[in-house]
C-alpha cells in the first residue's frame, strides 16, 4: 500500500492511498486503518467511507469498490487538518493484518 500527501497547506492536506491485493484470491470488501500520531483529522474522504475516533481512523469500501481482485489495486483519497506538524502514519492494518507501506 501507499500513503502520499498530494497537497499541504497551514492547517490542512490531502493524500491519496493506494492498496493493492498481492494475495492470490480476490478482497469482498476491505477495511483499512491506521493512527495519526499529531492530532490530525480526515474531514472528508472520496471513494471509501472513512469515520475517525480519536486517533484512530478506518476508511472502508463503498459500495462500487470493494471486490478487488488478485494483483489488481484501489485506491481512496481525503482531505485532512493538522496543527504542529503532519507525520505520516507508519503503521496500517488492511483487516486485522499489518500493511507493507511502500
Do not use: H
Amino acid at each position: 500500500m501507499t500513503y502520499k500527501v498530494t497537497n499541504q497547506w497551514s492547517g490542512g492536506f490531502q493524500a491519496d492511498v493506494r492498496l493493492t491485493n498481492t494475495g492470490s484470491g480476490a478482497w469482498n470488501g476491505w477495511s483499512l486503518g491506521w493512527t495519526f500520531t499529531d492530532g490530525q483529522k480526515v474531514t472528508q474522504a472520496w471513494n471509501a467511507e472513512a469515520a475517525q475516533s480519536g486517533t484512530a481512523v478506518t476508511a472502508k469500501n463503498v459500495g462500487w469498490n470493494g471486490a478487488v481482485a488478485a494483483g489488481s489495486s484501489v485506491g481512496f483519497g481525503f482531505t485532512g487538518s493538522w496543527s504542529g506538524s503532519n507525520p505520516k502514519p507508519t503503521v496500517f492494518k488492511l483487516g486485522d493484518q499489518n500493511c507493507r507501506v511502500g
